[in-house]
């Protein structure tokens, strides 16, 4: 039973454009987000986080949206280049637990020039 | 480069074989994390040490054990292996405890076991 669920295995965006990436929970026992960047052969890599009192949080290009009632967040980089074509990963935290993460399967974003 | 090294970056072996996998964690940091990740899905969070000592205990098999040495360093052993083993194994590395935000990832070891 999947938990964090990434449902697009992959997206292809214009560089230049937005690209959202989406991920939907099914527990309401986490508290906290974030999400993940991994290049091939390379480990994930953090990007951005966002708690679940907020409904946004905003790092230079990289916007997370949290939507409680819906059970869904939402990744954006406006606008995308082409060192943004990377595996991105949902991941999030059980409020009962510091040190488990519960992470979504990834989406391949392709950034087309 | 994250400043996690993990060895050896690919293996092959057979069923039934013991494997021992290695984690270097970043210069300083106390926490290792192990994690899995077959293929097409996510992480699965393995085990947790901190400082030599076991911290949190995650979908890890019986026939799977780790240990945090004096010097840091991590290992997973995989034991009786079987095909469904087959999977990329990384260890993360973080300061604190539970500050995932803040871990950094080895590149990983693919495991094949045929």
């Known amino acids: 039973d999947q938990q964090v669920k990434q449902n697009s295995p992959s997206l292809s965006v214009q560089e230049g454009r937005i690209s959202i990436l989406n991920c939907d929970y099914t527990?309401?026992?986490?508290?906290?987000f974030l999400w993940y960047k991994k290049y091939p052969a390379e480990g994930p890599t953090f990007l951005i986080s966002?708690?679940?009192i907020k409904d946004k949080n905003e790092d230079g290009r990289f916007t997370v949206f949290l939507n409680k009632s819906a059970k869904h967040l939402s990744l954006h980089i406006v606008p995308s280049q082409p060192g943004d074509s990377a595996v991105y990963f949902c991941?999030?935290?059980?409020?009962?637990?510091?040190?488990?993460?519960?992470w979504g399967a990834g989406t391949k974003l392709i950034i087309k020039p | 480069d994250s400043g996690v090294t993990q060895t050896p970056k690919h293996l092959i072996t057979a069923t039934g074989q013991r494997v021992t996998l290695r984690c270097s964690p970043r210069?300083?940091?106390?926490?290792v994390y192990w994690y899995q990740q077959s293929l097409d899905q996510g992480l699965q969070f393995l085990i947790q040490?901190?400082?030599?000592?076991?911290?949190a205990k995650g979908n890890i098999l019986e026939r799977f054990s780790a240990q945090q040495f004096p010097d840091l360093h991590s290992e997973l052993n995989l034991s009786s292996l079987e095909l469904g083993d087959s999977a990329l194994y990384f260890c993360?590395?973080?300061?604190?405890?539970?500050?995932?935000?803040?871990?950094?990832f080895g590149q990983g070891t693919r495991l094949t076991v045929v």
């Open positions: 993360a590395s973080s300061s604190r405890v539970g500050a995932m935000s803040e871990a950094f």
């Open positions: 210069s300083g940091d106390l926490s």
């Open positions: 040490y901190y400082n030599g000592e076991e911290r």
């Open positions: 527990n309401s026992m986490f508290d906290y």
């Open positions: 966002i708690s679940s």
């Open positions: 991941a999030a935290r059980p409020m009962d637990s510091n040190y488990q993460l519960i």
